[in-house]
């Protein structure tokens, strides 16, 4: 059954949980990378539609700077995935929330640049609000879930440098590639159809793999 995406409530919230706790994720092994978590954050818009958020990192990173992000970094040592996902949505986007607000995980997904990212799903709440941090995030976005949905979503194309396919998804901002691209697709397939769609093996453009 497919996600109403209408209406950012409590029925909203307790499908998402009951389709994330019944999803058989997958990890994987860290073989040499760093572990990393990301906050999938559900939250409303000024119209009340439920939304994702979207940041963009800084111009003056050392790494990834400009590109679309999820809310996220390493896992800091003796830290679960959870508590690396949270702390990082208050650290870049100023969103404090307590563990009870985690609604389950999504697939790893390793990186090009040596890292094992998990993504967190978070529900963010109706009156959640944001605040970029200046030195992590350039922009902050709320991207309807029904955005999704378009049939266009999502993009597959091939590269001469990999076998694999580049995913990529169209939305208002932008066009946003893996990881992000990837994750939140997986949010689609398993939190709004109800479906275990893998994403491991989709790739990654080049300019992202430094």
Do not use: K
């Not at 563990?99 to 993504?119: C, E, K, N």
């Not at 309807?144 to 208002?172: G, H, K, M, T």
Request: glycine letters at 8%.
């Amino acid at each position: 059954m497919n996600l109403d995406p209408g209406g950012f409530d409590d029925a909203l919230r307790a499908l998402a949980t009951e389709r994330l706790r019944a999803f058989p994720r997958e990890p994987q092994p860290l073989a040499g990378r760093r572990a990393a978590a990301v906050a999938v954050t559900l939250v409303a818009d000024a119209e009340g539609r439920p939304c994702w958020v979207l940041t963009r990192r800084a111009t003056r990173l050392a790494r990834h700077a400009g590109q679309w992000a999820l809310p996220g970094g390493r896992v800091d040592p003796g830290e679960s995935t959870e508590a690396a996902a949270l702390r990082e949505l208050a650290e870049e986007v100023g969103l404090a929330l307590p563990a009870a607000h985690v609604l389950g995980l999504l697939d790893d997904y390793a990186t090009r640049s040596g890292y094992v990212i998990t993504p967190v799903v978070v529900w963010g709440g109706p009156d959640a609000v944001l605040c970029a941090e200046p030195g992590e995030v350039a922009e902050i976005h709320r991207i309807p879930l029904a955005a999704l949905l378009d049939p266009e979503v999502p993009r597959l194309r091939r590269i001469p440098e990999s076998d694999r396919p580049v995913i990529s998804i169209p939305l208002p901002v932008a066009d946003v590639h893996a990881p992000t691209a990837a994750i939140v697709y997986q949010l689609r397939e398993v939190v709004m159809r109800g479906e275990a769609t893998r994403v491991a093996h989709f790739e990654q453009p080049v300019f992202a793999w430094r």
